[in-house]
Each structure stands twice: as structure tokens, then as C-alpha cells.
């Protein structure tokens, strides 16, 4: 009776994450070069866009 079972191979970590990774909502993962690229554009609008003034976020 075993013999005619086919063994499932094990899925590897790739087929198992891939669903939730094609899947995913938009704001599902935090994106850390966003938010420093968010954070120098608002710099650069807000002293009007002086370089020099937003220098920590163009290192």
C-alpha cells in the first residue's frame, strides 16, 4: 500500500515564502531606503533646496 503512495518531496523555503511575498500588500514590508528618501526630499522642500542644509541624508 505504501509503494503506491508517491512521496512528496519537501518544498523548498522559496515555494513556501513565494505566495506571500507575489501576494503581498502594498505596505507589507518596511522599505528603510524609502524613509531616508522621503526624509531628504522633505528635507530639500523645506529649506528650499539647499544641499548643504541636508547634508546628513546625502553622505
Do not use: H, L
Request: charged share 35%; proline share 7%; with cysteine.
Amino acid at each position: 500500500m505504501d509503494a503506491d503512495k508517491v512521496k512528496e518531496e519537501p518544498q523548498s523555503a522559496w515555494e513556501k515564502a513565494k505566495p506571500m511575498f507575489t501576494n503581498k500588500p502594498a505596505s507589507g514590508y518596511y522599505d528603510p531606503c524609502q524613509d531616508f528618501a522621503d526624509r531628504s526630499i522633505k528635507c530639500m522642500r523645506r529649506n528650499g533646496n539647499d544641499k548643504t542644509m541636508c547634508s546628513d541624508y546625502f553622505q
